[in-house]
């Protein structure tokens, strides 16, 4: 069982449409991340949320921290194919070193 | 330039043997992770280094020795491989290991492959 669990796990769409992916759990972190990683590349951050209920805007990507900084989630308007990649949440818990992340959400979109 | 670079990119063995990874950050962070990469994507934390000291040390099998020599480089040995050990391992770096703005910069990976 992992402590962060991200669905869908896979989300293939047609270029335009828009897609939220979640990332749950069931304990409170200090901050939480998303991540994109490519084929043969190492996660590049997108974005860091540290307060409940915070919302970040990154052009086309929505990221929200839930109330209760036990979820997140990201939504993308108009997908476009360059979007397509490996989406990583990860959370910090408090006093931790430890950056834990999530089960991931590969999705790829189509021209 | 790049920030933080391994080497090498793809390592293929014959199980049994010692391997290693090297990992060079010229970013002037304080701490370095070595992660593990499964065939499910899954990044799991192995290890992480600040200034040289060792901070996080997850449940690992002892044939796995990190060794910082300096605060740029964390360099991972793996004894007497296993099948079980392929996978794609990456080193990271962040300015601070501590804190809830742990923003973490990732090498390109090394693939792993244990025959």
């Known amino acids: 069982t992992q402590l962060l669990e991200q669905s869908p796990q896979f989300l293939s769409i047609q270029e335009g449409e828009n897609l939220t992916v979640y990332c749950n759990s069931s304990?409170?972190?200090?901050?939480l991340q998303w991540y994109r990683q490519e084929p043969g590349e190492g996660p590049v951050l997108l974005v860091t949320?540290?307060?409940?209920?915070e919302v970040k805007k990154l052009k086309r990507l929505t990221f929200q921290f839930g109330d209760a900084r036990k979820d997140s989630s990201l939504h993308i308007t108009a997908a476009q194919p360059g979007d397509t990649g490996l989406y990583l949440c990860?959370?910090?818990?408090?006093?931790?070193?430890?950056?834990?992340f999530g089960s991931g959400t590969r999705l790829l979109v189509r021209p | 330039d790049t920030a933080v670079s391994q080497t090498p990119k793809y390592l293929v063995t014959q199980m049994g043997n010692d391997k290693s990874i090297k990992c060079e950050q010229n970013?002037?962070?304080?701490?370095m992770y070595w992660y593990k990469q499964d065939s499910k994507k899954f990044l799991k934390i192995m290890f992480s280094?600040?200034?040289?000291?060792?901070?996080i040390n997850e449940t690992v099998p002892n044939r796995f020795s990190p060794k910082s020599p300096d605060k740029a480089h964390l360099n991972l040995h793996i004894n007497s491989l296993e099948l079980g050990d392929s996978a794609v391992y990456f080193c990271?770096?962040?300015?601070?290991?501590?804190?809830?703005?742990?923003?973490?910069?990732f090498g390109p990976g090394t693939r792993l492959t244990v025959l």
């Open positions: 990271a770096s962040s300015q601070e290991g501590w804190g809830r703005d742990n923003e973490q910069f």
């Open positions: 949320v540290v307060t409940g209920g």
């Open positions: 970013l002037g962070h304080d701490t």
């Open positions: 280094y600040n200034n040289k000291e060792l901070i």
């Open positions: 304990s409170v972190f200090s901050s």
């Open positions: 990860a959370g910090v818990m408090d006093s931790s070193y430890k950056l834990i």
